[in-house]
């Protein structure tokens, strides 16, 4: 810096404006290259105290690259990073850490084996001659759990808890640490919408303090509640940053994919589900007589359920909302043999007993579960073993391969949903989020299922993917498939379904037809069933 | 879309001409699937030149016979190894698990069964034994791989010394063990063993690449779960794997037993360490789901040339320990860089 302040009073205001207007973080002219792919190619951008930046692009475009490198994760191939004017360079995320960078990633690390209090506190456990004072620890937890809004005991153990409840922690941890720079890095994917306001809260909190936050998130409008300004990027490039208010969600868009997309959460009218049209591959087989139910559940029981009732069309799409701990994601995996339950369910009027996968299977039942990496896909396997794994059994001969029927099957699955890969022997763990969750749906296409059931089906994945994906379970209604979205983005559940179920501590409480649905509808059933047992819709 | 999408991956390296990977060729081979396989390859062909070119009696054919005739017990235990290592697991108790078998072997010719009803009961009982207790246990009971397979190569071997009284049984003249452990076809150049050791890793091949088994073996592997909700019998896999391996270790301490000529209940101590070098030297990964089981007979190849050469060199059996087990810890530290490698993207 060249300034020679003349009088010491002069030295202290210029200091202070200089403080204020000079850039906390910036990136300067960064490249890193991945094997196969350029990830960022010179990217420049600078941040200032007290602001909170968003952070957009589609998938791959090196948002989560970028910011792992100003967090000490990655280290750039070429440019520099500077904090607070002087140039930096991470030996570890640990030194970014102890700098003030806090990243809190996608991929959320927690350690599940050990208590609340450890994962939000870490090495700053409360400690007298090197020994942790424990209830001091559990006193300093109680004070950030009562901020997240989490009402969990702070010895439990975190892996006990639920998946929205870790991430919180993994958030809060970052939080309470107060950093100079917090990059959130999809903190929200995972969280129930009074979650996100809590967080939310915190953040904006913390930028008030002088805190930098930087926002990466798949939900656009949170950059509109949230930031003050966007920086788009693109293929690895800046392609623009953006005051808020000089921006509609059109325009974001249309910045992220380079060009224009019809608004993708925008309600397309079915017409009433019927007879399935000709030539299409998931119904050619069926015989599409009665529009009798495809699913009917009645007093389904569990642990975690208590007495569901349900019904789901031929070629209808019915959502399942509801706040986390709703029992949501317990009742997709009962519907697919998961859980063990009591109660009754038919598929297509006959009754089933569902106590595997294999004999959801058999019933015709397909699942797209919520992790898409842990559940739904072999990643290390190639694209085609994926897509016709549910039915390898079924086209072998005498347990031999049949790899000429297999292929169509690959090749159809691949065309239909528009899956991009260079060739079906590419491993799935080279795909795109959005492509890898074609894949997943992509498997249950060769078994001709009668009911699908789709937890989550767009987590995680760019604007454009959810678009495709939202016309593919279109179309698959169309085709006369009986459709369950299990999802925690009330819009998706908006545009996508017929009917809307909300649930509330495991039970139905509630039911609004999917024209007539609002966000506040829903999320006032949702709440209200916590109370009373029923609402009317 | 990004790395997949061809086109746009490829377009900004091709727009820069001047910046090349910085990863050399070299890494980027030993860093891919494949890696492990030709690198190995080519290790093993500087050997077996070197070998050529400064050790006279290495190219003489009763020497290659001795490879061979050494390397089939090891080439069927590295096949079953490899097969287990697929499903993410390691079977610690092949060693003892021969031990038992060929031990059933010897108490059964002894008491005058003829050989062929004894071989294939031998067979049975390894395949039983495997697929009951570590396959269900496993498999089916889903514990830890690491605790049953400890668990059952103490057992086993206990069991060994309390049927044999630690005594070593008389083989010599046993007809069937001696033709697949030490006879030789072909002019006496080409053991029995060997190629029977050769034929099971190509059935195994057939079966992994083309059967609906074989396939989901990967894909359990792979991802237990994702697989489970795909349909298939996880966790009867699992214990079909341990039964195979049960099986080859049967098989294989027949051929042990042959080449001894006697049933030591000693027999098959620390094989496995062996075969988990050689698979994993020839890039089976030993998180599961990836690797060839040509790869492991690779390993074993390479092993088996790597201890005969020390030994034409005069150096002490400890010598050949040594080596093998400086390169199982340079096998799994090659393991470690190609899941680096292929975790390094976004």
């Known amino acids: ?537 | 879309m990004s790395r997949t999408d061809v086109a746009r991956s490829v377009a900004p390296v091709a727009a820069r001409p001047g910046r090349a990977p910085r990863r050399s060729v070299v890494a980027g081979v030993l860093g891919s699937r494949v890696g492990p396989f030709i690198g190995l390859g080519v290790l093993l062909g500087a050997l077996l030149l070197f070998q050529v070119l400064t050790e006279p009696t290495f190219a003489s054919p009763n020497n290659l016979t001795g490879i061979g005739r050494a390397m089939a017990v090891p080439l069927l235990v590295a096949a079953a190894m490899a097969i287990v290592l697929l499903t993410g697991g390691v079977d610690l108790s092949i060693g003892a698990t021969l031990a038992l078998s060929g031990t059933l072997y010897a108490k059964l010719v002894t008491s005058d069964v003829p050989g062929g009803p004894a071989l294939l009961t031998t067979l049975a009982f390894g395949a039983i034994v495997g697929f009951t207790v570590n396959g269900v246990l496993i498999g089916r009971l889903n514990m830890s791989f690491f605790v049953v397979t400890i668990g059952t190569l103490s057992f086993y071997r206990g069991l060994v010394f309390l049927w044999t009284e630690t005594n070593t049984i008389d083989m010599y003249g046993d007809p069937v063990s001696n033709a697949l452990g030490d006879r030789a076809i072909i002019g006496e150049q080409v053991p029995i063993g060997l190629l029977v050791s050769v034929g099971v890793v190509v059935i195994l091949f057939f079966v992994l690449r083309f059967t609906t088994f074989g396939r989901s073996v990967y894909a359990v592997g792979g991802n237990r779960e994702a697989s489970e909700l795909s349909g298939l019998r996880s966790g009867w896999i699992i214990a079909a794997v341990y039964g195979i391996s049960g099986l080859l270790a049967a098989l294989a301490s027949v051929m042990t037993i042959g080449r001894a000529t006697i049933a030591d209940p000693n027999m098959g101590t620390n094989i496995e360490l062996g075969a988990a070098a050689a698979a994993l030297l020839g890039g089976i990964a030993l998180s599961g789901g990836v690797g060839s089981i040509w790869g492991a007979a690779l390993g074993v190849a390479f092993l088996a040339v790597l201890s005969n050469s020390l030994s034409l060199a005069g150096a002490p059996t400890s010598w050949q320990l040594i080596v093998t087990g400086a390169i199982l810890v340079v096998a799994v530290y090659l393991d470690r860089a190609r899941s680096r490698a292929e975790r390094a993207r976004f």
């Open chain 1, 1 to 537: 810096m060249s300034t020679n302040p003349a009088t010491p009073e002069s030295a202290t205001s210029l200091v202070t404006s200089i403080r204020a207007n000079l850039p906390l973080v910036e990136v300067d002219a960064i490249d890193k290259r991945f094997p196969g792919v350029q990830a960022l190619s010179s990217v420049t951008l600078a941040l200032r105290a007290g602001e909170i930046v968003g952070l957009a692009g589609e998938n791959g475009s090196g948002k989560s690259t970028l910011m792992k490198i100003l967090a000490g994760r990655y280290s750039p191939d070429a440019g520099t990073i500077r904090l607070r004017g002087a140039e930096v360079r991470w030996s570890s995320a640990a030194a970014a850490l102890r700098a003030g960078v806090a990243l809190t990633a996608q991929e959320v690390a927690v350690h599940p084996e050990m208590c609340v209090t450890e994962n939000l506190l870490g090495p700053r456990m409360p400690r007298r001659l090197g020994v942790v004072r424990w209830q001091a620890a559990h006193r300093q937890a109680r004070e950030i759990l009562d901020d997240l809004g989490l009402d969990i005991a702070p010895g439990a153990r975190l892996g006990a808890l639920a998946l929205n409840t870790q991430h919180m922690v993994a958030i809060g941890k970052m939080i309470s640490r107060r950093p100079d720079v917090l990059i959130l890095d999809e903190p929200t994917a995972s969280l129930t919408e009074t979650q996100v306001a809590r967080v939310f809260g915190l953040v904006r909190a913390l930028r008030d303090d002088g805190t930098l936050v930087v926002l990466i998130t798949h939900r656009l409008r949170e950059y509109f509640e949230l930031c003050d300004r966007v920086a788009v990027l693109r293929d690895g490039h800046l392609v623009g940053e953006r005051a808020i208010e000089a921006l509609d969600e059109a325009q974001l868009v249309s910045l992220m994919v380079g060009r224009e997309l019809s608004s993708v959460f925008e309600r397309i009218r079915r017409d009433t589900p019927g007879p399935a049209e000709g030539g299409d591959p998931a119904t050619t087989d069926q015989v599409p007589i009665l529009r009798g139910p495809v699913l009917r559940v009645r007093g389904l029981t569990s642990t975690k359920l208590r007495d569901v009732d349900l019904d789901v069309g031929r070629g209808e799409v019915v959502g399942v909302a509801g706040q986390a701990g709703a029992g949501r994601s317990t009742l997709a995996r009962a519907l697919f043999g998961l859980v063990p339950h009591r109660g009754s369910i038919q598929i297509d009027g006959e009754e089933v007993r569902l106590r595997s996968a294999r004999q959801a299977i058999a019933a015709g039942v397909g699942f797209v579960p919520e992790d898409r990496k842990g559940q739904g896909l072999v990643l290390g396997a190639t694209v085609h073993d994926n897509v016709t794994m549910t039915t390898w059994a079924a086209t072998a001969r005498l347990g031999i391969s049949d790899s000429a029927r297999e292929r169509v099957v690959a090749r159809d699955a691949i065309d239909r949903l528009s899956i991009r890969v260079p060739s079906p022997r590419t491993l799935t763990d080279a795909l795109s989020g959005g492509n890898q969750q074609k894949v997943v749906i992509g498997k249950w296409l060769a078994t001709k299922p009668k009911l699908l059931l789709l937890d989550e089906p767009t987590r995680g994945v760019d604007v454009g993917a959810k678009a495709e994906l939202y016309q593919l379970i279109d179309s698959l209604a169309a085709a006369g498939v009986g459709v369950l979205v299990f999802s925690s983005e009330l819009l998706e559940l908006l545009r996508l379904s017929d009917r809307i179920v909300v649930m509330a501590a495991g039970r139905v409480v509630g039911e609004i037809d999917g024209d007539e649905a609002t966000e506040e509808s829903i999320t006032r059933m949702a709440f209200a069933g916590l109370d009373d047992r029923t609402v009317s819709a």
